[in-house]
């Protein structure tokens, strides 16, 4: 299968760009209220050149492919006062900054790339994760301690770690790694980035634990407090440096709850999607078999019969899957309307259905409780 590169996971600043749509908690989507939306709604804007979305819980950011920065969410986020320097709410996309290779914004803190490769973060210092070495909560950006100009890529970890890539794939984590989600056999956090490992093309944080997607295809986890399966490498044990998954496959793409309870997901190069881990108490279907059971090795939750997948994106309880037609399919509950079909009464047991079909969807990405997708223009 030949995909396009600006496909792959974590691409930024590239050629494929279109408009952004949106469904569930009102605060990320940017549609000119904070009103939740139970139908895929265009941010208010009317931007037709966005290549990349982030964000979480009540805030989230864009990035334009002329590399300008515009962020939305709620002004009583100590986020919101980072980036804009007050409290207002923001209702639509207001521009930050240019000059912007990529992004990451989580629920408590941003990382930006600048195009000369430096990397400059924003928000909650907590445990170091800003990667400024202890200089404490930031209203303005500051520059990592370390002062690389190579940068490539930046993750942000929900509340309390940070990854970012440089020089073609070495991966640097800060912040917290009480529970060894560095993978570097220590637990020992830091407030400046150290390295971790090569070759490396995608992080994706869940609460106690990491997964990475190498650049020859490989996903591996570390976590010593995986208790559902959250790794995919066949067991709940304790895992304190990078472990492959169970099945060895070859991926395109993964992503994690990055919340609790934990799961993992991943596109294989065949085009099917796996998921696995936290199967969700109550209804909650994390992993989206509909179950309730776990799993902890990677297990078929669509085969590449149902379309030639390439994308995906998991938000607490729900996942978001994209195929190289355009066709996004869904999973996971809709209590918010995440779904985008007009009502928040969908079972979260309901199998995997198609939620945007007939379209030119280019990327897709979830918040805890929203959807977004990017349609080519």
């Known amino acids: 299968m030949s995909i396009n590169k600006f496909l ?14 949106g469904a569930g908690n009102g605060d990320t989507l940017g549609v000119g209220s904070t009103l939740n939306q139970s139908t895929w709604t265009q941010e208010a804007s009317g931007f037709t050149n966005i290549n990349k979305i982030s964000g979480e819980t009540d805030f989230a950011a864009i990035l334009t492919s002329d590399g300008d920065l515009y962020c939305t969410g709620n002004g009583g986020t100590s986020l919101n006062t980072a980036v804009y320097g ?30 000369d490769g430096t990397l400059w973060a924003a928000g909650e210092d907590s445990n170091g994760k800003l990667g400024i070495g202890g200089l404490g909560n930031q209203t303005s950006f500051v520059q990592e301690a370390n002062g690389f100009t190579d940068w490539e890529k930046c993750f942000s970890g929900r509340l309390h770690n940070s990854a970012a890539i440089r020089n073609g794939g070495d991966l640097y984590f800060c912040g917290d790694n009480s529970y060894y989600q560095y993978g570097i056999g220590s637990p020992a956090s830091s407030n400046t980035f150290v390295y971790s490992t090569g070759n490396v093309d995608k992080v994706a944080f869940g609460l106690r634990a990491s997964l990475i997607l190498t650049t020859d295809g490989k996903i591996y986890g570390a976590s010593s407090s995986q208790t559902n399966g959250d790794l995919g490498v066949g067991d709940t044990t304790s895992h304190t440096s990078w472990t492959q998954e169970a099945s060895g496959f070859t991926w395109l793409d993964v992503g994690m709850a990055n919340g609790w309870p934990s799961a993992g997901v991943g596109i294989r190069d065949d085009g099917s999607v796996w998921s696995w881990g936290d199967g969700g108490a109550s209804s909650t279907n994390t992993n989206g078999f509909g179950d309730n059971v776990d799993r902890t090795s990677p297990e078929e939750l669509l085969p590449s019969s149902s379309g030639d997948f390439i994308k995906c994106a998991r938000g607490a309880f729900h996942t978001l899957m994209l195929t190289s037609d355009g066709t996004v399919w869904f999973v996971g509950r809709s209590s918010q309307g995440q779904d985008g079909d007009g009502d928040t009464t969908d079972p979260a047991n309901d199998p995997p259905r198609k939620v945007v079909e007939g379209s030119d969807v280019i990327d897709v990405h979830c918040s805890i409780y929203s959807s977004h997708y990017i349609e080519a223009e």
Do not use: M, S, W
């Open 86 to 115: 007050d409290t207002t709410t923001r209702t639509t996309f207001v521009y930050v900054t240019g000059d912007i290779l990529d992004v990451a914004a989580c629920e408590k803190h941003i990382f930006i790339i600048k195009n």
């Open 8 to 21: 792959q996971p974590g691409a930024a600043g590239g050629a494929i760009q279109g408009a952004l749509y």
